[in-house]
């Protein structure tokens, strides 16, 4: 692709950024990737790179680092710029659109900006147990980055929503014991995957703890030997288990975008759907980061955002200029001829 292409900032190199750099790049614009991670990928890459995902269209089961990898490929031929380790910290008015300076000190200057910062800086929701720091990255994990790394192990999972059942789905397979722990015995997660995990506990490969509520931590050196579980009910259960994987969410914090002068709602910035603009003109906001209402916020969801953006980015970068739409059928890829 051509150097000379205008650039469209894009703050956030998760999935629905890497799409957007695809989307910009079939409009003839040049993504100029910023992210605060030392790679590309998000959450889906430094918290769930071995997760199953299943709503991604046309593959059944995509684990997080292979989603990562592909949508990489497909923004390639674009040759997007990646600016790795670069937090952003100030967005800036300036002649011609926009400047966006970093914590590390980069400046770069577009006509029109796409923030698909996701949730912004994130970091696990923790359980409040005494002596928790000292197990933690040990025995206590909030991730799975190898699956192959728990074999063998006694492992109790605590949470209700899909990581904690599709993990405990996942680690049956290998470990030698999977306790799931939750407050109540009803599951946040998709039917079909507590269909299959119903199947396993009735198999005896998972072991149900719900309700349960995690209570004390024994081990010694970060090595994790019991579990203690509180039954709601005053009664106390230990498991002999040596990992337990805490999956109660993240916390979300937006950073510095929530002081760039946009119009934000609960943490989110406000965007029109029909065209993903936020309260300043020329900047616009894709995946978890944009609200509006019906918002449904899945990694396809972002996908046709990313799409409807870098149309409506258009506009700004080449002014008084439509876009026509062509099929990607029709229009191809940079050095490719052919299928």
């Given at each position: 692709?051509?150097?000379?292409?205008?650039?469209?900032?894009?703050?956030?190199?998760?999935?629905?950024?890497?799409?957007t750099?695809?989307?910009?790049g079939?409009a003839?614009?040049k993504?100029?990737?910023?992210?605060?991670?030392?790679?590309?990928g998000?959450q889906?890459?430094?918290?769930?790179?071995?997760?199953?995902?299943?709503?991604?269209?046309?593959?059944?089961?995509?684990?997080?680092?292979?989603?990562?990898?592909?949508?990489?490929?497909?923004?390639?031929?674009?040759?997007?710029?990646y600016?790795?380790?670069?937090?952003?910290?100030?967005?800036?008015?300036?002649?011609g659109?926009?400047?966006?300076?970093?914590?590390?000190?980069?400046?770069?200057?577009?006509?029109?900006?796409?923030?698909?910062?996701?949730?912004?800086?994130?970091?696990?929701?923790?359980?409040?147990?005494?002596?928790?720091?000292?197990?933690?990255?040990?025995?206590?994990?909030?991730?799975?980055?190898?699956?192959?790394?728990?074999?063998?192990?006694?492992?109790?999972?605590?949470?209700?929503?899909?990581?904690?059942?599709?993990?405990?789905?996942?680690?049956?397979?290998?470990?030698?014991?999977?306790?799931?722990?939750?407050?109540?015995?009803?599951?946040r997660?998709?039917?079909?995957?507590?269909?299959?995990?119903?199947?396993?506990?009735?198999?005896?490969?998972?072991?149900l703890?719900?309700?349960?509520?995690?209570?004390?931590?024994?081990?010694?050196?970060?090595?994790?030997?019991?579990?203690?579980?509180?039954?709601?009910?005053?009664?106390?259960?230990?498991?002999?288990?040596?990992?337990?994987?805490?999956?109660?969410?993240?916390?979300?914090?937006?950073?510095?975008?929530?002081?760039w002068?946009?119009?934000?709602?609960?943490?989110?910035?406000?965007?029109?759907?029909?065209?993903?603009?936020?309260?300043?003109?020329?900047?616009?906001?894709?995946?978890?980061?944009?609200?509006?209402?019906?918002?449904?916020?899945?990694?396809?969801?972002?996908?046709?955002?990313?799409?409807?953006?870098?149309?409506?980015?258009?506009?700004?970068?080449?002014?008084?200029?439509?876009?026509?739409?062509?099929?990607?059928?029709?229009?191809?890829?940079?050095?490719?001829?052919?299928?």
């Open positions: 692709m051509s150097e000379t292409f205008p650039g469209v900032i894009v703050i956030g190199a998760g999935p629905v950024g890497l799409f750099a695809f989307a910009l079939m003839r614009m993504a100029l990737l910023v992210d605060a991670l030392p790679a590309p998000g889906c890459a430094a918290l769930y790179p071995e997760k199953p995902i299943y709503d991604i269209p046309a593959q059944p089961m995509i684990l997080g680092a292979e989603l990562i990898e592909r949508l990489v490929s497909q923004a390639e031929p674009f040759d997007p710029a600016h790795m380790n670069q937090r952003a910290q100030q967005l800036l008015a300036c002649e659109g926009w400047r966006l300076e970093t914590e590390g000190g980069l400046v770069l200057t577009a006509p029109a900006v796409i923030i698909a910062s996701g949730a912004g800086a994130f970091g696990p929701k923790r359980p409040p147990l005494e002596g928790l720091e000292q197990f933690e990255g040990i025995s206590v994990h909030y991730m799975v980055k190898r699956a192959a790394d728990l074999a063998g192990k006694r492992i109790a999972i605590a949470g209700g929503g899909d990581s904690a059942v599709d993990w405990a789905i996942l680690l049956a397979k290998t470990a030698a014991k999977v306790w799931l722990i939750h407050r109540r015995p009803q599951f997660a998709a039917g079909s995957s507590i269909d299959t995990l119903m199947a396993l506990v009735a198999e005896g490969k998972i072991e703890v719900a309700p349960g509520q995690l209570a004390e931590l024994k081990g010694e050196s970060g090595r994790l030997s019991e579990v203690v579980i509180d039954d709601l009910a005053g009664g106390r259960k230990s498991l002999d288990a040596d990992t337990l994987l805490c999956f109660f969410g993240l916390l979300g914090d937006p950073g510095a975008v929530a002081s002068g946009l119009e934000m709602q609960n943490g989110r910035i406000k965007t029109d759907p029909a065209t993903m603009a936020t309260s300043l003109p020329g900047v616009f906001a894709v995946g978890d980061i944009a609200t509006y209402p019906g918002k449904l916020k899945l990694i396809l969801t972002g996908f046709a955002e990313a799409a409807l953006a870098a149309r409506s980015a258009y506009g700004h970068v080449f002014p008084g200029q439509s876009l026509h739409e062509v099929h990607s059928t029709s229009l191809g890829l940079p050095g490719k001829t052919g299928p």
